[in-house]
């Protein structure tokens, strides 16, 4: 594993420049080019016959180049332009801002391109990928795709890939015995990683994306394992009631709490009165009464001695929770203010120097309520 974290700038062909170009896609290391996957794929093996090219559609097309030239247009762009002859048919293909393409296009090799048919009298293909072929039979298939940034082409991402491949595939770990593997009729992650980036079939590559999608589930879940275990070992504040307030403020309200709020609640209280700190989501439809719950708690740890802070996304949310909020603890003493962004600099000292000084046991507001000096 230590030689999939290598820093990818000493994998040949990348260097401290095209590093630093990675870098800007969060990729820094030989595993992260690993989990750089196509975005797409090109099946090259599908050519367009060259009586038929439309003006304006895409065209791939085997050929033999006859000449080459090199030109400037106004602006001072280099054009080169080659006449390729495929199936009988001379075509001119251009290259934009790539001087560098007359030292590649030799005359009598073979090649293949694709790009957007500008002319069909005489046709004409401004191109966007090529290359230069052995013969007729070296055609590539099935190609990747990938997200890119100005400087690195495809074709460096496909030689890039090809080689960490080659050079590092065997050092990935596997985390799947082979018992495990059949069970869930998966393949090896050295199989998923090779077909996810040069699929050798259609069955390949989705048995590469099966693996990889349970590859990346099984680890989510085991970091949350993992963090659920750091946590129970970090204590947190107990909170155990000095008075009857919990009991008065359920006592005044004007419904009967239903069995899944009841049962919320008394798992809620009892993480709070555990030396752990409590992580807990409560998920429930619009009107289900989830406000509520959120109440009790607040004011468990209102009675425990502790204040308690209640944070919505928007302001009007505040506003309807705060005013949901004041209805629920009507009567019962306990103090709640509203802190927004839109609150006034008076107003706001005001509300600190009362939260400072404990007296205001529930804060209700926007992000105003983690910004410094608030807490």
């Given at each position: 594993m230590?030689?999939?974290l290598?820093?990818?700038?000493?994998?040949?062909?990348v260097?401290?420049?095209r590093?630093?170009?990675?870098?800007k896609?969060?990729i820094?290391?030989?595993?992260?080019l690993?989990?750089h996957f196509?975005?797409?794929?090109i099946d090259?093996?599908v050519?367009q016959?060259?009586?038929?090219?439309?003006?304006?559609?895409?065209?791939?097309i085997?050929?033999?180049?006859?000449?080459?030239?090199?030109?400037r247009?106004?602006?001072?762009?280099?054009?080169?332009?080659?006449a390729i002859?495929?199936q009988?048919?001379t075509?001119?293909?251009?290259?934009f801002?790539?001087?560098?393409m007359t030292d590649?296009?030799k005359?009598g090799?073979k090649?293949?391109?694709?790009?957007?048919?500008?002319?069909v009298l005489?046709?004409?293909?401004h191109v966007?990928?090529y290359?230069?072929l052995?013969?007729?039979?070296?055609?590539?298939?099935?190609v990747?795709?990938?997200h890119?940034t100005?400087g690195?082409?495809?074709k460096m991402?496909?030689?890039?890939?090809?080689r960490v491949?080659?050079?590092y595939?065997g050092d990935?770990?596997?985390i799947l015995?082979?018992s495990?593997?059949?069970?869930?009729?998966?393949?090896?992650?050295?199989?998923?990683?090779?077909n996810?980036?040069?699929?050798?079939e259609g069955?390949a590559?989705?048995?590469?994306r099966?693996?990889?999608?349970f590859?990346?589930l099984?680890l989510?879940?085991l970091?949350?394992?993992s963090?659920a275990?750091e946590?129970?070992?970090?204590?947190?504040?107990?909170?155990k009631?000095?008075?009857?307030?919990v009991?008065k403020i359920?006592g005044?309200?004007?419904?009967q709490?239903?069995p899944a709020?009841?049962?919320?609640i008394a798992e809620i209280?009892?993480?709070m009165?555990?030396p752990?700190i409590?992580?807990?989501?409560?998920?429930?439809?619009v009107g289900?009464?989830?406000?509520?719950v959120?109440a009790l708690?607040?004011?468990?740890?209102?009675s425990s001695g502790?204040q308690?802070a209640f944070?919505?996304?928007?302001?009007?949310l505040?506003l309807?929770?705060g005013?949901?909020?004041t209805?629920?603890?009507y009567?019962?003493g306990v103090?709640?203010?509203?802190l927004?962004?839109?609150?006034?600099?008076?107003e706001?000292?005001?509300i600190?120097?009362?939260t400072?000084?404990?007296e205001?046991?529930?804060?209700?507001?926007?992000?105003?309520?983690i910004?410094e000096?608030?807490?």
């Open positions: 230590d030689r999939l290598q820093n990818v700038q000493y994998l040949k062909g260097g401290p420049q590093s630093k170009l990675l870098a896609m969060n820094h290391s030989i595993f992260d690993l989990w196509p975005r797409t794929y090259r093996s050519l016959p060259t009586h038929q090219l439309v003006t304006g559609d895409q065209a791939a085997i050929g033999t180049v006859l000449t080459t030239r090199s030109s247009s106004r602006r001072g762009m280099t054009i080169i332009s080659a002859e495929s009988g048919i075509i001119q293909a251009v290259w801002n790539q001087p560098f590649i296009l005359n090799r090649i293949w391109l694709s790009g957007k048919v500008r002319n005489p046709p004409e293909i966007s990928e290359e230069m052995e013969s007729e039979e070296s055609v590539p298939g099935i990747p795709v990938y890119t100005e690195i082409s495809q991402w496909r030689s890039l890939l090809e491949l080659k050079t595939l990935y770990p596997e015995d082979q495990q593997r059949q069970h869930y009729e998966l393949c090896t992650i050295q199989e998923a990683l090779a996810i980036h040069f699929p050798t069955s590559y989705q048995q590469a099966r693996r990889l999608a590859e990346e099984l989510f879940q970091r949350l394992r963090l275990v946590d129970n070992k970090l204590t947190g504040l107990v909170h009631e000095k008075d009857d307030l009991q359920r005044g309200l004007s419904y709490l239903t709020q009841e049962r919320v209280f009892n993480d009165e555990s752990w409590m992580n807990r989501l409560l998920q429930g439809d289900a009464g989830k406000t509520v959120a708690a607040m004011v468990k740890a209102v502790y308690a944070m919505v996304p928007t302001e009007i505040a309807q929770h005013q949901a909020l209805n629920i603890l009567g019962s103090k709640l203010e509203l927004t962004g839109s609150t006034s600099a008076a706001r000292s005001r600190l120097e009362l400072h000084r404990g205001i046991d529930i804060l209700v507001g926007t992000h105003a309520l910004q000096g608030v807490a």
